[in-house]
């Protein structure tokens, strides 16, 4: 059975930090890109960021430079390490595989596989 799995998410304050993890399993997604949206209460869901399989990184502009998208030594699990959060960041956060057919990251119907979703909660 396919599965991703994230964990990580929390309540922090404004200025802090998180890392959220995004594990694979049941499937080798070693040829997938990679990434990660988010979805506040009341808004449409949102890109963050996302890897391919060359390990070439791409962020939303709203994340930029202070999220880092990344790959674990296993091809299976990925990380989102994010940095001066700020309470704009809060929302449920997803981990999604898939092949990007039409080459759109920000596309959530490019991507077939997704996580139960983790939430992160970020306070002034």
């Known amino acids: 059975q396919v599965q991703l799995a994230e964990s990580g998410g929390g309540s922090v304050q404004t200025g802090d930090s998180l890392r959220l993890s995004c594990a694979a399993s049941g499937y080798s997604y070693s040829r997938h890109c990679m990434a990660w949206f988010r979805q506040a209460p009341g808004k449409e869901r949102e890109e963050v960021a996302a890897?391919?399989?060359?390990?070439?990184?791409i962020y939303a502009d709203s994340v930029k430079g202070r999220f880092t998208i990344s790959k674990g030594s296993d091809s299976n699990i990925f990380y989102l390490q994010m940095n001066n959060l700020k309470p704009e960041d809060t929302a449920m956060y997803y981990c999604v595989a898939g092949y990007l057919t039409r080459g759109r990251w920000y596309d959530p119907n490019e991507y077939k596989h997704w996580g139960q979703g983790t939430q992160v909660t970020v306070s002034s």
């Open positions: 890897v391919d399989s060359d390990g070439n990184t």
